[in-house]
């Protein structure tokens, strides 16, 4: 009988063993923050995923097109890297894009609500599952259903920008039958700040599994059906301040859209000390994109951009402890196929035919291995991935005018990384490591845009004009400090870059700004994060980046002009948040933060006029819990009124704008039950 209790484990181990593969140890060497469900509650009324992340973690800065953080859409960048440089995963699931290598939260909102914990991996970190870590790595824990008991909880948030959100969930708890549930539905509706960028989004979230002895089934589900009015196109900063809810956006550009994933795992354990869990997912997304424009003769007209992505994959690992615990190694293998296709027709010529219609699509096969070893106060880790990855493109000649035979791309890249721990004491604890990563073009990049047209198939179809793979090699090397009272993290970092496929300023459609291989390029800084209790009531949260970022040169297109050490766009030298948060009675805290952004470039010949200016922006709000279970949470947020900007783009010529939002109020009433 002993040695059967031996070989099982409980059933939240079971549960916990299926984020082991892609998640980072707490004293594994690299830069990392893992935030728990209860953290999260704290600052969670709802807000789009990238602004749930700016607030838990260093070096990230998010902006919203809409001019509020609750829906339409919302982006975010790391270390000045932007987001489709992030992967992202779900149980180790991939929710990036695989193509575009985004991930849009405004298609499934209320995410944050369904989240067990979240770890944000700074930098290569180590191996995971989907596009490769190069900014950084994340990954979303669902909602623990073995560790619960039975309840239920309705929340409601209301406020500024005709804001409303409601939402229902329900948990069962672990039944006598070693089975649980979980399920969540979510309503979003905001008119936006910005004017035409109103959001009507609902979402819907399930789990439920069986917990054995050895074997534990858990299947998930979530899905999204967001409708936006768009607001991507920036705004010159003479007309924002005329009237800072201009929007250059058409009234009837809006999109109607749909993502939704289901995955299925299994997680058996084969003896005490190894575990094997195996994963089989489906993703896919859908919809409509109308976006309108007046020809030279100031005719409108609108178009519609339908996409349609299809992503189905497969994973396995195994996990092994030895040497008394010493020893603990993991091997993992993935596989998917990921199938789009991109429309495009002038409405309401949808019955007679499309303007364009691509199918495109991308495979991968990718493995990794790690292994941790613990030799009294030191900690060695060391990771190896291999990825290889096929991509390709097809359209009918109608289309583009042409019968264009395009040839796939294939790409592979070993990405290595390893690193040691030393454990100084029971408290203090050092830390250093080295990693490498590779990673392929996106669709966009190797278009030049979003459309195959006469040009640039010709080029495709020569294998010319492609960019060229990019690569970082990331040095990290850390100090992090430990006990009941206070904990500090103190990251130092080096990313060097080679042909790193980053914006110039020029941009695109639809907001999104033209990448090309750049000169070799570093980053380097210092990253902070830390807690204390000045007295018994009141504590201080502190997160904070010092960073570093130079290209060795820049020659604008079709000139002699050479600049040498340019600062990369979007990347500012200071991003520093604190929080004061101060407990007046039991169940009633208050708190104030303070968010300091400093200046960004955003093009390539760093010309002082075409700058996102620094910003310094306070928000304030309190939490009060009451019965035991119930809470109202009230934010004020930008107290002062301040006009200010995340994120911008040469528009027209000049610099150009995304309103952050002005002074807002939400408050959210939560009831549990």
């Not at 909102?109 to 599952?129: K, L």
Request: charged fraction near 15%.
């Amino acid at each position: 009988m002993q040695a059967q209790q031996q070989d099982t484990l409980k059933p939240q181990q079971l549960e916990e063993v299926t984020i082991k593969a892609v998640r980072a140890g707490e004293n594994a060497p690299v830069s990392q923050l893992t935030v728990s469900k209860k953290q999260i509650e704290e600052i969670y009324q709802g807000q789009d995923g990238a602004f749930l992340l700016d607030q838990i973690s260093p070096s990230i800065v998010s902006s919203t097109e809409s001019g509020t953080s609750l829906g339409n859409y919302g982006t975010f960048r790391l270390r000045g890297i932007d987001q489709t440089r992030v992967n992202l995963t779900l149980n180790g699931v991939p929710l990036n894009d695989m193509l575009g290598q985004g991930v849009f939260f405004s298609n499934f909102v209320d995410f944050g609500n369904s989240i067990e914990s979240v770890q944000i991996q700074r930098g290569v970190g180590t191996s995971t599952n989907g596009v490769s870590s190069y900014a950084g790595s994340i990954n979303f824990e669902s909602i623990a259903l073995t560790q619960k008991e039975p309840s239920s909880e309705v929340q409601f948030t209301g406020g500024s920008f005709g804001t409303l959100r409601g939402s229902a969930e329900v948990h069962t708890g672990l039944l006598e039958n070693r089975t649980a549930f979980y399920a969540r539905v979510s309503h979003i509706q905001s008119e936006g700040f910005r004017d035409n960028t109103a959001t009507n989004a609902q979402s819907f979230f399930f789990s439920g599994g069986y917990f054995g002895q050895k074997h534990a089934l858990k299947f998930t589900a979530f899905g999204g059906l967001s409708k936006n009015e768009l607001g991507y196109t920036a705004v010159p900063e003479a007309e924002i301040k005329e009237d800072p809810t201009t929007s250059l956006n058409f009234l009837g550009d809006e999109d109607d859209f749909n993502q939704y994933m289901l995955q299925l795992q299994h997680t058996y354990r084969l003896a005490s000390k190894t575990s094997l869990v195996t994963t089989a997912y489906y993703s896919g997304a859908g919809g409509d994109f109308f976006a309108g424009y007046k020809d030279t003769s100031d005719v409108f007209y609108q178009e519609n951009y339908p996409l349609f992505n299809q992503h189905y994959g497969a994973m396995s690992n195994l996990n092994h402890n030895a040497l008394q615990g010493n020893l603990k190694l993991n091997v993992g293998v993935q596989a998917y196929q990921f199938l789009r296709e991109n429309i495009q027709y002038e409405v309401p010529e949808i019955n007679t035919r499309y303007s364009y219609n691509e199918n495109s699509f991308k495979n991968e096969a990718s493995a990794f291995a790690k292994a941790q070893y613990q030799l009294n106060q030191f900690e060695l880790y060391v990771d190896v991935q291999a990825r290889a990855v096929q991509m390709g493109f097809s359209t009918d000649v109608a289309s583009i005018g042409q019968d264009v035979s395009i040839p796939n791309r294939e790409f592979f890249f070993v990405n290595p990384k390893a690193g040691l721990t030393y454990q100084v004491n029971e408290k203090n604890q050092l830390y250093a490591s080295f990693g490498r990563s590779g990673r392929e073009p996106t669709r966009v990049d190797i278009f030049g845009g979003f459309n195959l047209i006469d040009t640039n198939s010709l080029n495709l179809a020569l294998n010319t004009g492609t960019p060229k793979p990019e690569y970082v090699n990331d040095f990290e090397v850390g100090y992090r400090l430990r006990s009941e009272k206070y904990t500090l993290s103190l990251n130092g970092f080096y990313m060097a870059f080679e042909n790193e496929i980053a914006p110039i300023g020029e941009a695109l459609s639809f907001g999104v700004l033209a990448r090309v291989n750049q000169a070799p390029s570093y980053r380097t800084g210092v990253e902070l994060t830390g807690q204390v209790y000045l007295t018994r009531k009141l504590r201080l949260e502190s997160q904070a980046t010092y960073m570093q970022a130079a290209i060795e040169t820049y020659s604008p297109a079709d000139t002699n002009l050479v600049y040498t050490d340019v600062t990369p766009l979007l990347s500012p030298e200071w991003n520093v948040r604190g929080t004061l948060s101060y407990q007046l009675f039991p169940g009633l805290e208050l708190w104030c933060t303070a968010r300091y952004l400093s200046e960004q470039f955003l093009e390539l010949t760093n010309n002082p006029e075409l700058t996102v200016p620094a910003s310094l922006v306070f928000n304030a709000g309190f939490n009060y819990q009451f019965y035991q279970e119930h809470s109202l949470a009230l934010q004020f947020n930008n107290i002062t009124d301040q006009l200010y900007y995340t994120r911008g783009q040469i528009s027209f010529g000049e610099a150009g704008y995304y309103v952050q939002p002005p002074f807002h109020i939400y408050g959210t009433l939560t009831l549990r039950f």
